[in-house]
């Protein structure tokens, strides 16, 4: 079983920024394409960026051009970085493998664009 963990959320104003992490228990993101996902209130939880085991990236039209989703083998790691932030941007978001295995959701990290 595999555990991964989001942190770096937050309140933050429109326009800001952020870095999220999600760390696995084991070396996954060797073996596994991962996807960072966000669910708001009341909506379905969605794919917002994807980074193949070649190392491509793939990003919801909502996010292309703000969002950087990057890995990081070595510490287990991969990040998303959201930029621009827009009050729409407001959810919880998780990391899984892309397409997700049910058994590896984590908690999410809330991310709040307010002013």
């Known amino acids: 079983q595999v555990q991964l963990v989001e942190s770096g959320g937050g309140l933050v104003q429109p326009g800001g920024s952020l870095r999220l992490s999600c760390a696995a228990s084991?070396?996954?993101?060797?073996?596994?394409?991962i996807g960072w996902y966000r669910q708001a209130p009341g909506k379905q939880r969605g794919l917002v960026a994807d980074?193949?085991?070649?190392?491509?990236?793939n990003y919801a039209d909502s996010v292309k051009g703000r969002f950087t989703i990057s890995r990081d083998n070595a510490k287990n790691t991969v990040y998303l970085q959201i930029d621009s932030l827009k009050p729409e941007d407001t959810a919880v978001y998780y990391c899984?493998?892309?397409?997700?295995?049910?058994?590896?959701w984590g908690q999410g990290t809330q991310v709040t664009v307010s002013s």
């Open positions: 980074i193949t085991l070649g190392g491509s990236t």
């Open positions: 084991r070396s996954i993101f060797s073996i596994y394409a």
């Open positions: 899984n493998t892309y397409p997700p295995l049910r058994e590896w």
